[in-house]
């Protein structure tokens, strides 16, 4: 049998036995001044999507051995993923102070960043690279963290993501880097039935923080090869413009910065009366049109330009949504 269709049946039936599990068990997210939902819902559904991540690991560690540093570097990288979604589960739980969540995610986001740049000459240039890289996958951690308010928009994030990449990275030879991100891809897909349109479970910061370490570290793959160096961030323009765009925002108001709020584009949307699902559906439509700017060979000013004029349109027309709405910006 294809390796591939049993990471599907493997992640598919692992998912959906710990998603209903968790739902039974009914850790529940109550409702407060910044939640969309209006009653309590279970809340922890990426613990599902994680062991689904884990079978499909220990699948392909045991059946289908991959050379020996490529499946230490992902290996480790899957550790770190793991050990952020352990340390985000508890802080569900526990609500640890934000400077705590900041350092483990700091802890992953080296390690992960080190592995995906391993090999480079030591160079003042990899130096940089290895800043920059690290800084990179930190905010997608935090975007996708950030994003994760509606049902279906981060989860489908990731679903739409992790199957995008897996054909592309299997061609560019990094095949077990391609069977992870089919193994992520598979599992948020699946749990993806349980949260849109209608939510019987949040997936919660142990999915969505993880999630968003491996879609970080899938950036670097692509930008460290050289080929559709900017697919993953142009994938993701929607997070990352969205989070960008209310942090600067904020900062212009002399706002704290750390302090949460609901004012992403994508609440104010939301709030201004747009519908839930359409907003979720709208950002898988930026995912597929970043995917499809970012195969194309035009230049990188180009592509940043194609993928930057919807985010804009998107922001004006929730502002003057709002404004008609008299809501507060």
Same mark, same amino acid.
């Given at each position: 049998?294809?390796?591939?269709?049993?990471?599907?049946?493997?992640?598919?039936? =692992?998912?959906?036995?710990?998603?209903?599990?968790?739902?039974?068990?009914?850790?529940?997210?109550?409702?407060?001044?910044?939640?969309?939902?209006?009653?309590?819902?279970?809340?922890?559904?990426?613990?599902?999507?994680?062991?689904?991540?884990?079978?499909?690991? &220990?699948?392909?560690l045991?059946?289908?051995?991959?050379?020996?540093?490529?499946?230490?570097?992902?290996?480790?990288?899957?550790?770190?993923?793991?050990?952020?979604?352990?340390?985000?589960?508890?802080?569900?739980?526990?609500?640890?102070?934000a400077?705590?969540?900041?350092?483990?995610?700091?802890?992953?986001?080296?390690? =992960?960043?080190?592995?995906?740049?391993?090999?480079?000459?030591?160079?003042?240039?990899?130096?940089?690279?290895i800043?920059?890289?690290?800084?990179?996958?930190?905010?997608?951690t935090?975007?996708?963290?950030?994003?994760?308010?509606?049902?279906?928009?981060? &989860?489908?994030?990731?679903?739409?993501?992790?199957?995008?990449?897996?054909?592309?990275?299997l061609?560019?030879?990094?095949?077990?880097?391609?069977?992870?991100?089919?193994?992520?891809?598979?599992?948020?897909?699946?749990?993806?039935?349980?949260?849109?349109?209608?939510?019987?479970?949040?997936?919660?910061?142990?999915?969505?923080?993880?999630?968003?370490?491996?879609?970080?570290?899938?950036?670097?793959?692509?930008?460290?090869?050289?080929?559709?160096?900017?697919? =993953?961030?142009?994938?993701?323009?929607?997070?990352?413009?969205?989070?960008?765009?209310?942090?600067?925002?904020?900062?212009?108001?002399?706002?704290?910065?750390?302090?949460?709020?609901?004012?992403?584009?994508?609440?104010?949307?939301?709030?201004?009366?747009?519908?839930?699902?359409?907003?979720?559906?709208?950002?898988?439509?930026?995912?597929?049109?970043?995917?499809?700017?970012?195969?194309?060979?035009?230049?990188?000013?180009?592509?940043?330009?194609?993928?930057l004029?919807?985010?804009f349109?998107?922001?004006?027309? &929730?502002?003057?949504?709002?404004?008609?709405?008299?809501?507060?910006?």
């Amino acid at each position: 049998m294809h390796p591939f269709l049993i990471l599907t049946l493997l992640g598919v039936t =692992v998912c959906t036995v710990v998603t209903q599990y968790m739902i039974r068990v009914g850790i529940m997210d109550v409702p407060g001044d910044r939640s969309a939902h209006i009653r309590p819902v279970p809340k922890g559904g990426g613990v599902a999507m994680m062991m689904s991540l884990l079978a499909g690991a &220990v699948y392909l560690l045991v059946f289908h051995p991959f050379p020996a540093m490529d499946f230490l570097k992902t290996g480790i990288v899957l550790l770190a993923a793991f050990g952020l979604a352990w340390f985000s589960w508890r802080d569900d739980v526990h609500q640890y102070p934000a400077r705590t969540k900041l350092h483990a995610q700091l802890i992953a986001t080296i390690i =992960v960043t080190i592995c995906a740049l391993w090999g480079l000459p030591l160079t003042l240039l990899t130096g940089l690279k290895i800043i920059c890289g690290a800084g990179f996958v930190i905010y997608v951690t935090n975007a996708l963290n950030f994003m994760d308010g509606i049902n279906g928009l981060a &989860v489908g994030t990731i679903a739409c993501c992790g199957l995008i990449l897996t054909p592309l990275l299997l061609v560019s030879a990094q095949n077990a880097e391609s069977a992870l991100f089919f193994s992520l891809g598979i599992a948020a897909l699946t749990f993806l039935y349980f949260n849109y349109p209608k939510a019987r479970i949040f997936m919660s910061d142990v999915g969505s923080q993880p999630c968003g370490l491996l879609l970080g570290w899938g950036a670097l793959l692509f930008m460290r090869n050289g080929t559709w160096s900017l697919l =993953v961030p142009l994938m993701l323009m929607g997070i990352l413009f969205d989070v960008a765009f209310t942090l600067i925002r904020r900062a212009l108001r002399g706002e704290n910065l750390m302090q949460a709020h609901c004012g992403h584009l994508y609440q104010i949307a939301s709030r201004a009366g747009m519908s839930k699902p359409l907003i979720t559906l709208l950002h898988w439509a930026f995912i597929f049109w970043g995917g499809f700017v970012g195969l194309t060979f035009i230049g990188f000013k180009a592509q940043l330009i194609l993928t930057l004029i919807p985010q804009f349109i998107w922001a004006g027309y &929730v502002i003057r949504k709002a404004r008609e709405q008299h809501l507060a910006l």
